[in-house]
Each structure stands twice: as C-alpha cells, then as structure tokens.
C-alpha cells in the first residue's frame, strides 16, 4: 500500500545541540536505509519549513506506524498520513 505522510519536525528550543545532531544523524541513516530497501518510496522538503512530504509503500497500516514509530525524530514530529489508492484515470502502471 502508498501512503502520503507529511512530518513537521518540531524539535524542542532547550534540546542541546549535540543530542539534536545525534538525532538527525540516527534519523538520516534510517531514511536512507529504507529509501535503499523500497518502503520510504519518496522523500521531498517542503520548501521553507523543517518539514517532508514523503511517499511510503509498505503492506499495511500496521507496518506504517511501526516504521514511522522507528523514526529516531518520531517523539519531535507532527505526522498525517493519508492512504492512497489508484486513480482510475492515471496513465502509470501503478508504480511512482
Ligand atoms: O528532515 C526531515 O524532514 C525529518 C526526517 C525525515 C528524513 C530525515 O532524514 O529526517
């Protein structure tokens, strides 16, 4: 299944900067891996904003929160995912 999630990353003010860089460090290894493995299909900045839109094709609701809840950020994040289904009038064979 797709998912289109939106995460705004909302780290706290008073969070030191060594712990701040640890986490973002974690999370981009953990992006990058999955974005190897196929599950985090797409991932974009939302221009202006510590924020993402990404693409997800994971089997279910279930593996997609237990992957957002692997987020090292995902503590700091705001997340909306919104499921995605085939438009009956796209020309794409199914894939992005
Ligand atoms: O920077 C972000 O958008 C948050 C998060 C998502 C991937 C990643 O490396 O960090």
């Given at each position: 299944m797709l998912f289109h999630?939106?995460?705004e990353v909302q780290?706290?003010?008073?969070?030191p900067k060594d712990q701040a860089d640890a986490l973002k460090a974690q999370e981009k290894a953990l992006a990058q891996r999955l974005q190897e493995e196929g599950s985090w299909r797409h991932l974009w900045r939302v221009a202006g904003q510590y924020a993402n839109v990404s693409i997800f094709d994971v089997p279910g609701n279930e593996e997609l929160h237990a992957l957002l809840m692997s987020l090292p950020l995902f503590p700091y994040m705001r997340i909306a995912v919104t499921p995605l289904c085939r438009h009956p009038s796209s020309v794409r064979a199914g894939d992005l």
């Open positions: 999630v939106t995460m780290l706290p003010q008073s969070m």
